[in-house]
């Protein structure tokens, strides 16, 4: 399973992005999502994450709780991530990583898959 990320770009601070991550192939189910980020000279860190046995759980960094919000369209498999109030510190490559189940040649099997990245650059 393949999952391209979109949506990053740069923007003033106070703005607002949409990252979008969508998944191909014969996808059965979206088990647990989650957006990450790496910043120059740090290590990667999870931003938000949807997890749980219903995935109904959702998780957020302290650093982005109130600003950020993480999504689902199942029907499209796609996760976004709703960016709002973005701050310098912010600056970073945004990557998705979506684990579930998916179909091929008459069995059913696991993913666990990552994005490419796309940049975010907030100025200030």
């Known amino acids: 399973v393949q999952l391209q990320a979109s949506g990053g770009g740069l923007v003033q601070a106070g703005g607002s992005l949409r990252l979008s991550c969508v998944a191909s192939?014969?996808?059965?189910?979206?088990?647990?999502m989650g957006w990450h980020r790496q910043a120059p000279g740090k290590q990667r860190e999870l931003v938000a994450a949807?997890?749980?046995?219903?995935?109904?759980?959702?998780e957020y960094a302290d650093s982005v709780k109130g600003r950020f919000t993480i999504s689902r369209d199942d029907a499209k498999n796609t996760v976004y991530l709703q960016m709002n109030g973005l701050e310098p510190e912010d600056t970073a490559v945004y990557y998705c990583?979506?684990?579930?189940?998916?179909?091929?040649?008459?069995?059913?099997?696991?993913?666990?898959?990552w994005g490419q990245g796309t940049q975010v650059t907030v100025s200030s």
């Open positions: 949807i997890t749980g046995s219903d995935t109904s759980n959702y």
């Open positions: 192939g014969y996808i059965i189910s979206m088990n647990a």
């Open positions: 990583n979506i684990q579930g189940d998916y179909y091929e040649e008459k069995h059913l099997y696991e993913y666990d898959s």
